[in-house]
């Protein structure tokens, strides 16, 4: 099984609802990622987790809140987003922590299509 | 910090054509460097990697060779197929950027039959 899996495919919210994407990976890797795509951009990195414990937050608004409840699991909460929001959310997991070996290969999901009305 | 450049799209080619798609870098120490893919309405993939100097990374017909001396990543593809249509972005990884990936802007391929 070399896939991480994201849901849902789409979402669609308002700026006062409160959702969650959800991104699982079987492939015992300990690092995993949250990625921001705009159209036609690069991904931007939003959160990586090592080993279950949050190692980089690039200076998220508090509006994102992620979550890692096991080592296969990563949840990114959304409350009170705004239009500018809308975006690509990608998860991705890496073999080894953070600062190990392989760890600039990426496995991505197909990400979620996150639209803010 | 650690900066990727690589030349700005849209590149249009047709089928069996030669591709080239320039990358160079800036970087602390001696960075591992990545081709990823991303298909129309996917996430990204890994294509191809190096992570030493002189290394040669290859793929699906596609290689690149990491010059340190001239500090690129040039992506070459000798004969193009419709199916190679998609984004492709250079990356590099090193302990300058605390392990993070550094992307560079993405170059939109079309390949027409």
């Known amino acids: 099984d070399t896939e991480v899996t994201q849901t849902p495919k789409h979402l669609v919210m308002g700026m006062t609802n409160k959702k969650s994407l959800k991104c699982e990976q079987h492939m015992g890797h300990r690092a995993m990622y949250w990625y921001k795509q705009k159209a036609k951009k690069p991904p931007e990195l939003m959160f990586v987790y090592s080993y279950e414990k949050l190692s980089i937050n690039e200076s998220v608004p508090s509006r994102f809140s992620p979550e890692c409840p096991n080592s296969s699991l990563l949840n990114l909460h959304l409350h009170a987003l705004q239009p500018e929001d809308s975006a690509l959310y990608l998860c991705?997991?890496?073999?080894?922590?953070?600062?190990?070996?392989?760890?600039?290969?990426?496995?991505f999901g197909e990400g979620s299509r996150l639209t803010v009305l | 910090g650690d900066s990727v450049t690589q030349m700005e799209g849209p590149v249009t080619l047709s089928e069996e054509a030669f591709l080239t798609i320039n990358c160079t870098y800036t970087?602390?120490?001696?960075?591992?460097l990545f081709w990823y893919v991303q298909y129309p309405g996917e996430g990204l993939q890994l294509l191809l990697k190096?992570?030493?100097?002189?290394d040669k990374g290859s793929n699906k017909g596609f290689e690149a060779t990491y010059r340190k001396e001239t500090t690129s990543f040039h992506l070459e593809k000798g004969s193009v197929q419709v199916s190679d249509s998609a984004v492709y972005f250079c990356?590099?990884?090193?302990?300058?950027?605390?392990?993070?990936?550094?992307f560079g802007k993405g170059t939109l391929l079309t390949v027409n039959p």
């Open positions: 190096a992570t030493k100097a002189d």
């Open positions: 991705a997991s890496s073999q080894g922590g953070l600062a190990g070996p392989n760890t600039g290969e990426l496995f």
């Open positions: 990356a590099l990884r090193s302990g300058g950027s605390n392990y993070k990936l550094t």
């Open positions: 970087a602390t120490g001696y960075p591992s």
